[in-house]
């Protein structure tokens, strides 16, 4: 006798409300997963933050600076402390100006960063402004500042080189004069142009007062008498 055939088993049918709640699971695991890694990436950029704001920001600064030269070749470096800081120009003669100077810099602080400076690029012109804040009380002797500043130029064998004579402190204003050496700062000045004689440097000469905000950092008309005078220099000839 012929048996009967097996009858196929049909395929479940999934209910409307089934797919959609599937669908909706589906959604919440996706957007969970995007959550945990917005957060994530959220942890880590709020850490390196933290990191970054615990270095020390003359630390931060100098990196900043050696980054802008490798990224920009500026054809103008201007090495200095907070007064080259404050005004340096943005572009001199026509071209830009990378602006490397940092508050409380002395000489010391210059010698260390220019090998790494002469490695990341060759400018046209160095612009050199430094030494009110090697005058302070418990300064160096002249002749070991000068050598300092000789050695400093040499790192630029190829290019242009600009020296700024120290501001004068202003006597109308009793807040730096203590602490500075106004004595220390003439000697500088004539020290700084003895070696522009030796390297063929242009000289910027110090004016006879220079307006103020506190004594010793250029007002708005200070900075704009500072950069008329850098320029008349620089850019001479």
Not at 72 to 84: E, H, M, N, Q, Y
Not at 138 to 144: A, L, Q, R
Not at 220 to 237: I, N
Request: hydrophobic content about 45%.
């Amino acid at each position: 006798m012929t048996q009967p055939c097996a009858r196929t088993a049909a395929a479940p049918v999934v209910a409307p409300a089934s797919r959609e709640a599937d669908t909706r699971s589906a959604d919440r695991a996706r957007w969970r997963l995007w959550l945990m890694r917005a957060l994530a990436v959220g942890g880590i950029v709020g850490l390196c933050l933290v990191l970054w704001n615990r270095i020390p920001l003359h630390t931060r600064m100098i990196w900043k600076s050696y980054r802008v030269a490798l990224m920009t070749g500026a054809p103008v470096l201007a090495l200095g402390d907070s007064i080259t800081f404050q005004a340096a120009p943005s572009h001199l003669c026509g071209t830009k100006v990378l602006n490397s100077g940092i508050p409380g810099d002395r000489i010391d602080d210059l010698l260390a960063r220019a090998p790494m400076f002469s490695r990341l690029a060759t400018p046209r012109q160095v612009v050199v402004a430094i030494g009110v804040n090697d005058a302070r009380t418990g300064h160096m002797d002249i002749g070991t500042w000068a050598a300092k500043y000789r050695t400093l130029l040499g790192y630029f064998p190829k290019s242009e080189l600009v020296l700024v004579e120290v501001n004068p402190v202003d006597l109308g204003n009793p807040h730096y004069l203590p602490v500075h050496d106004r004595d220390f700062i003439a000697s500088q000045n004539a020290a700084i142009r003895v070696l522009a004689g030796e390297t063929g440097a242009r000289v910027v000469t110090a004016p006879a007062a220079s307006p103020t905000m506190d004594g010793l950092h250029p007002d708005k008309t200070g900075v704009v008498l500072w950069q008329q005078r850098l320029a008349a220099v620089a850019c001479a000839g």
